[in-house]
């Protein structure tokens, strides 16, 4: 299949390492405003041909596949343009700015019988996906409950939060924490699945030029609970999320290897928190290293993402099913809308 | 004469300002919208000009009665891709105004990592080989950016028949950058010193902003590529002794022959690291090169074309960097 990208900048990076390792995909062009990164870019991952036009890549590449990895408020006009250009699109998170916005997209997508998918990829991380088998197999029990919580220092000078240059994120409902609410909601939908009704609290801790630095939500899912949150000022850095099952519980930091369940246990009950301790203390020890290991070699955190791309190509090649569904991608966006502040500050 | 100087207000912007109104030329500052001015103690004729080279639409205006574009600001910190959107697309979008505008005339501030240590033999002077692709892109984010910088400057100099001088300084030091990367791998207090007898190619900021300063005004420097270090340099071993004595920084010095301290390198990268995506720079063979390889740099170039020497010796320089605080602005 012959994939083309829009918008070389930093993600972009993760979608072109893996599409060139992945048997059958072709790269075959790249496309950014600025000449000079979507040369450079061509040049370092080997891509026959850049633009700065995106048009002009549609029409005179005709792609199968379009990744739009560009800042979140350009993604609508670039996928809809991929969809009158016959590609199928592949668009990092948040797809839209708006519910309307990606029900258009959605729309669009079916009357040109084309393929919408939001980058979940941390649904596709090795936790996520092993803890998702153990609920399949029976074995973790139908979920009560999920958390996830993601705590990342976003109020340095040089994200964000940069005082000289407005980051487009913070153009979103929201702000910079919009950009991280795909990754609770698909985590949450994958787990309770679809919203039926949500509280949130929106907060401010410190002075910056985000509206919010802290994020906190109750969602009703289908199947269970979700505590969802976002905290730009607890520290250090991490992305948890813990899964509540009706015969065990599992434990994740998904920035890291970690992974962890507790559940039944062949010995008396008051020696099973004994044995669980060191189980855990085993297991704990292992991602440590394993975490270690994987910051000098592989994609680290975005594992997902390359899990997610080698799984959607063959689907796309065979028409076989995909790994995100539009439904899933609607469903996520619907919980989005809902977590998202009623008004800024 | 009027120059516009973008990155006024950084460690080498600051002094370059200095240099051009010691000159008599006048100065429009260019520093990002919240940058703090006030401890510089530029004189009222300093005109200050607003923007973020990668967002702002009002560039074309910076250029308005300006004769001279000296363009040295570039984004030294983040990641690989905030440093190549800062430095290269910010050059981009400057370059783009530039050409919208009257001014011809341009100096570039590069630096020595356009230069392929790798390939270099002995001496490292403006002939030496640069980086080339795709190899480029297996160095640091600096390397690249500011190698790309370099290349987006000469597109636009040859599209646009511009007087283009770039000039590329090495280990520039003054006060608060005492400490360079050459000088080896700190370890807490103590030092690693690799090749202590190397000597680095260094300048001093004030003598390295005289340069920026005389290459604005001098018409010999047109369309010439020069190297901007004070000499052949200290040895490392010499220069970190001062560094450590005039700093007040107590530690230990090792000293390693560089030839044992690169095979120990390579030996690790070829048997451990290889394949690794995410390695301390000091682990890779060719960056390793790129700090601390004994090579010898001179300055005949600038000397022959700008009849330069340095204003300030090792010892000024000494005692620039580490003596009481000049006044902030002017000669």
New interface residues.
């Given amino acids: 299949m012959k994939a083309a990208l829009i918008g070389a900048?930093?993600i972009a990076?993760q979608h072109l390492a893996c599409l060139k390792t992945l048997p059958g995909v072709e790269l075959a062009a790249v496309c950014d405003l600025?000449?000079?990164?979507a040369e450079?870019v061509a040049?370092?991952y080997?891509v026959p041909a850049w633009f700065t036009s995106h048009l002009a890549m549609l029409e005179k590449v005709r792609p199968d596949v379009v990744h739009v990895t560009t800042p979140p408020t350009s993604h609508f006009r670039l996928a809809m343009d991929s969809f009158d250009a016959g590609a199928h699109v592949i668009v990092e998170k948040p797809a839209t700015s708006t519910f309307d916005e990606l029900q258009a997209l959605a729309q669009r997508a079916q009357e040109a019988g084309r393929h919408l998918i939001e980058d979940h990829n941390y649904v596709f991380n090795r936790a996520p996906q092993e803890i998702l088998r153990r609920i399949k197999s029976g074995e973790f029990g139908a979920v009560t409950h999920v958390e996830v919580l993601i705590c990342l220092d976003i109020l340095g000078p040089?994200g964000f939060a940069d005082?000289?240059?407005?980051h487009p994120a913070l153009t979103l409902a929201g702000g910079a924490i919009a950009d991280f609410l795909p990754h609770l909601a698909s985590l949450a939908h994958l787990f309770v699945g679809s919203y039926r009704a949500a509280q949130t609290v929106w907060t401010k801790r410190k002075p910056s030029p985000l509206p919010f630095d802290e994020f906190r939500g109750l969602v009703e899912g289908e199947r269970g609970t979700a505590a969802l949150g976002f905290s730009a000022s607890s520290q250090p850095d991490a992305f948890w999320l813990r899964v509540y099952g009706e015969r065990m519980q599992a434990a994740a930091n998904l920035f890291e290897t970690r992974l962890t369940f507790d559940g039944p246990r062949n010995v008396p009950k008051p020696l099973r928190p004994f044995f669980s301790g060191l189980e855990e203390g085993k297991t704990i020890r292992r991602a440590a290293l394993t975490t270690l290991l994987r910051?000098?070699?592989?994609p680290?955190a975005y594992e997902g993402l390359w899990e997610l791309l080698a799984r959607t190509y063959p689907a796309l090649a065979d028409g076989a099913a995909l790994p995100v569904t539009a439904n899933d991608v609607l469903e996520v966006n619907r919980m989005v809308e809902a977590l998202k502040p009623r008004e800024q500050p | 004469m009027r120059a516009l100087v973008t990155g006024a207000n950084g460690f080498l912007g600051r002094h370059v300002v200095a240099a051009l109104l010691g000159r008599g030329i006048e100065v429009r500052a260019m520093v990002?919208?919240?940058?703090r001015l006030e401890a510089l103690g530029w004189p009222p004729s300093v005109e200050v000009f607003r923007a973020?080279l990668?967002?702002s639409h009002q560039l074309t205006r910076a250029f308005e009665g300006v004769d001279v574009l000296l363009h040295l600001a570039a984004v030294v910190?983040?990641?690989e891709?905030?440093q190549?959107?800062g430095t290269?697309?910010g050059t981009?979008r400057l370059l783009d105004a530039m050409a919208a505008s009257a001014c011809r005339r341009l100096v570039l501030c590069s630096t020595f990592s356009v230069y392929d240590y790798s390939s270099t033999r002995r001496t490292l002077d403006e002939d030496s080989p640069l980086h080339k692709?795709?190899d480029v892109?297996a160095r640091d984010g600096y390397t690249?950016a500011k190698w790309?910088q370099e290349?987006?400057t000469r597109r636009f100099a040859a599209q646009h028949g511009w007087d283009l001088t770039i000039l590329r300084p090495g280990f520039i030091w003054g006060r608060d950058h005492g400490y360079l990367a050459a000088l080896g791998q700190k370890l807490g207090r103590h030092h690693l010193v690799i090749g202590p007898l190397t000597r680095i190619p260094m300048t001093h900021v004030e003598n390295c902003a005289d340069v920026f300063a005389a290459a604005a005004a001098d018409p010999r420097a047109r369309g010439q590529t020069l190297n901007v270090v004070d000499g052949p340099g200290e040895r490392i071993w010499r220069y970190l002794s001062d560094y450590m004595r005039c700093s007040g920084q107590p530690g230990w010095r090792l000293p390693i022959p560089y030839w044992l301290a690169i095979a120990t390198v390579r030996l690790a990268f070829a048997t451990v690291?290889r394949?690794?995506?995410?390695?301390p720079s000091i682990l890779i063979p060719r960056r390793f090169e790129s700090r601390l390889k004994p090579l010898r740099f001179e300055n005949r170039k600038l000397r022959e074309t700008l009849g330069w020497t340095p204003p300030l010796d090792y010892e000024q320089c000494l005692a620039r960097t580490y003596g009481p605080a000049a006044p902030a602005a002017g000669r």
């Fill in positions: 900048g930093q990076r600025s000449p000079a990164t450079a040049e370092r080997g040089n005082p000289n240059s407005p910051k000098f070699k592989g680290g | 990002r919208p919240a940058a973020d990668r967002t910190s983040g990641g891709d905030a190549f959107a290269v697309v981009e692709v795709p892109y690249i790309w290349r987006v690291f394949r690794a995506t995410k390695v």
